[in-house]
């Protein structure tokens, strides 16, 4: 993960912990951050292709409303299998990057709120800190509003 974060001239600490923290809620708390500033991989499908979600801790995606604003199609949430093969990663611990090829990336604009944000780093058990502005750096994401 740090190969594909410095590809981006960033230069994070990977953070292991002894457990996997699987929900935003857990991750928080290992961190001593609000859940809000967690930011979670969520992935779906749309169009027949699949879509990464990053949304804040403290958010549920609202699939129908952001599937109107993409007017796309409906936005599903992908099976574990689809998300491994779309991330390489396993659920709970996808990251935002390193990926076998790019996926269309939506950002949660409530992360922006936060002066640092946390992100999985590729398993359950890792993660990294990096700002909102290089969260939309490395995804190459587009900022919407996704859920409340």
Request: glycine share 10%.
């Amino acid at each position: 993960m740090q190969a594909a974060l410095r590809e981006f001239g960033i230069e994070r600490e990977i953070l292991v912990f002894d457990e996997p923290h699987t929900t935003a809620k857990s991750a928080a708390a290992a961190l001593g951050i609000e859940v809000g500033a967690i930011a979670n991989s969520l992935v779906f499908q749309m169009a027949g292709a699949p879509l990464l979600i990053m949304t804040s801790g403290g958010h549920r995606v609202d699939t129908d409303a952001l599937a109107a604003q993409l007017s796309e199609g409906p936005i599903t949430r992908a099976n574990p299998k689809q998300v491994r093969e779309a991330t390489g990663q396993v659920i709970g611990g996808v990251a935002p990057l390193g990926h076998p090829v790019p996926i269309r990336t939506i950002v949660d604009v409530a992360l922006r709120d936060y002066e640092e944000i946390a992100a999985a780093a590729g398993a359950a058990e890792t993660m990294f800190m990096l700002t909102y502005a290089e969260l939309l750096t490395v995804t190459g994401g587009e900022e919407r509003e996704v859920g409340a």
